[in-house]
């Protein structure tokens, strides 16, 4: 299955993190990688010519895959379910922030959300990728309509959009470390298919 593709890829970063202490030397240094930004995506799906969203996920690098979190519902154009999450990566301070789902019946699918800070300008900007089969990527504009239907009050159209969350530490709808999660949770984790059995350590740890 082609979400399974994606969350291996999810899962792939993880050995990441427990490279963490050795790694903190090279932090800050010549050997720290480049943040991940949507002008650094834009410029690497053009120049490798990506055309499929697994391909756009894999060209993101392992630390920013490091950092993510798993959404079994969402309010967003994005469907969510227990056995088929929505994953959403934010690197080491969330400046930039990218979404997706992967099952072929859930709204949002083949599609991946981008929020970016812009930091010289004290904002963040809201684009969405569209994969189509054999077509280069659609990339919208900034601030599209549709973002700004969730991301902006219709009531404060001079309100810069920004990223819906709930405060520290209830995220409702999401799988998370710092989340507790309801006991109907864990069964439903439980209850997902032998063939994600690798991934319910890390839903349930």
Known sequence: MRFMLKIL????SLSVATADTANAQYRGSAYDPEPMSFDSLKTTIESKRLTALEQVLAALTPEYRSEFVLMYSSRSVQDASFQNPRVIFFGSDASFITAFNGDPMQRGYDRLEIIQFRKSQRRFEFREIVFRKGQAPEISR???????ICHQSPARMDVDPRPNWEPYN???GAYEKL???ANYEKDAIQAMPASVNHLKPVLLS
């Open 142 to 148: 900034p601030n599209p309509p549709k973002c700004l």
């Open 179 to 181: 989340y507790r999660l």
């Open 170 to 172: 209830r995220w409702p």
């Open 9 to 12: 890829i999810v899962l792939a």
